[in-house]
């Protein structure tokens, strides 16, 4: 099995983020009596490899030396089982997902993606949230669901 990689454009051991991820499913999965079976825990793992996100087919491309399955409908099962069990976001505009920093928490996801280096940042703003259905409920909308995600240059790219 290949160790995470040190992330690129964050200073830090990527290492301690793919082990309290894996830590969070566990309990999570214990907590609600769900299977984390081998191939969920390994796609787990691959998506937290970096802040970068990852799509199905280069998960694919990196499991068909492992013997966990590397057909596409059974990683797009382990993909949507850890979208439905809050483990990971799917960002749409690069059809691509990555891992949830509040794991199994009922949040909006809000992202910040870095045009430059390619990495993701999960922003946590409650008052955004409110402030968007606030918005939206003046216009008589009721919001049920919002994902953000705001390009950009991150800021060890500016640095650079």
């Known amino acids: 099995m290949k160790k995470p990689a040190k ?13 309290d991820a894996l830590a969070a499913a566990e309990r999570l999965c214990a907590r609600k009596d769900l299977r984390f079976t081998p191939l969920r825990r390994r796609v787990l793992e691959l998506v937290w490899s970096s802040h970068k996100p990852v799509g199905a087919y280069a998960l694919l491309d990196q499991l068909r030396d492992e013997d966990l399955g590397s057909a596409p409908p059974t990683i797009y099962r382990a ?10 976001h799917r960002i749409e505009r690069m059809n691509a997902f990555i891992g949830c920093s509040h794991p199994g928490e009922a949040h909006r996801g809000f992202f910040l993606i870095c045009g430059e280096c390619g ?18 409920g ?10 953000l995600e705001v390009t950009g240059t991150c800021g060890d790219c500016r640095k650079a």
Request: some cysteine; glycine content about 6%.
């Open 79 to 88: 993909l949507d089982f850890l979208i439905e069990n809050g483990l990971i």
């Open 119 to 136: 990495n993701a940042e999960e922003l946590h703003s409650d008052g955004l949230a409110d402030s968007i259905a606030a918005s939206a």
């Open 7 to 19: 992330a690129a454009a964050h200073n830090h051991d990527h290492n301690h983020c793919v082990e």
């Open 138 to 147: 003046r216009r008589g909308f009721a919001a049920r669901d919002m994902t």
